[in-house]
């Protein structure tokens, strides 16, 4: 049964993480083995993608024995993703320069850049694409233990690293991010960072540190870099962030006034925008300003409330 809530773009994976068969190495390997059995192609973080009749694009799958071939039978560069239904499916990374479209994949597909290509691809795929990139992202930056400095090894079907010098265990990381649309009467407010194009406007973000709750790090980052203080939170949806391996946690924040002051390190400018004023803004009909694209969880907070919707 389908889940009810929001979903943003890159979630609704709808694979069966099959979790439990990780750790069957006789398994996994027989699936690998399986001609029904299909693989999704990461080359240097851009999938592998083909058109569709309709303009769009969707995922280019391999055969899973042509994966475990281009990765020379190495975990280093497999992953599991689980199953639809009864077919197994993995992922397989590669990198250098020489593109494998020109290669050994030639004519199966072509390779694009996922935040170019998702909003124009099945959510699902776009889903399936952003956890295989993710976990790519993560084992790449991870090769060594970090509790003795050794180097680890794949296990768990790509989802674990194991350090054989110390047998410490490595789990996948997410960092959550608080993304928070503040909040005062009709009006929102919405800022643009020091580095961001001029007149481009999105809700505040930040990490979640230790020790801190949701509700605590969305007043915190208002406060720090709005001097805004929030007085009620309110939880809209998630988003999974593949750059490189976030959890945007989308947020309503209600403020107590009005006097909002961009901090000039984080904020370099902040506006308040009426709801019609909001609607304009994600039409592209304000003169000078614009608002993040619909792939983004910002876009889904200021809709929503523009809307009505929250």
Sequence with gaps: MPLDAFMNTFAGNPLNRASERRGDAAWLAEKLDAPDSLAVAIWNGKPLVESTKDGGVQIAYLRADMA?????????????????????????????????????????????????TALRMPATDAAILATSKQMFEWRRRHRHCANCGEPSAVAEGGWKRVCPACNAEHFPRTDPVVIMLAVHGE?????????????????????????????????????????????????????????????????????????????????????????????????????????????????QLIRAWAEAEV
């Design 187 to 299: 009006r929102c407010m919405l800022g643009r960072g020091a580095n961001w194009p001029k007149g481009m406007f999105s809700a505040l973000a930040g990490f979640l540190e230790p020790g801190e709750t949701i509700e605590e790090a969305c007043a915190r980052e208002l406060f720090e870099e709005a001097g805004l203080r929030a007085s009620t939170v309110r939880y809209h949806s998630t988003q999974p962030w593949p750059y490189p391996s976030s959890l945007m946690i989308g947020l309503i924040a209600e403020v107590d006034g009005d006097q909002a002051t961009p901090d000039q390190t984080e904020l370099a400018e902040v506006r308040w925008f009426t709801r019609a004023e909001a609607r304009d803004l994600l039409a592209g009909k304000v003169e000078g300003a614009g608002a993040p694209g619909a792939m983004a969880i910002a876009h």
């Design 68 to 116: 475990q071939e281009l990765a020379d039978s190495s975990w280093e560069r497999l992953l599991f993703l689980g199953l639809w239904k009864d077919t197994a499916v993995f992922a397989v990374d590669m990198e250098g320069a020489a593109d494998p479209t020109e290669g050994p994949l030639q004519g199966l597909g072509r390779f694009e850049d996922l935040r170019a």
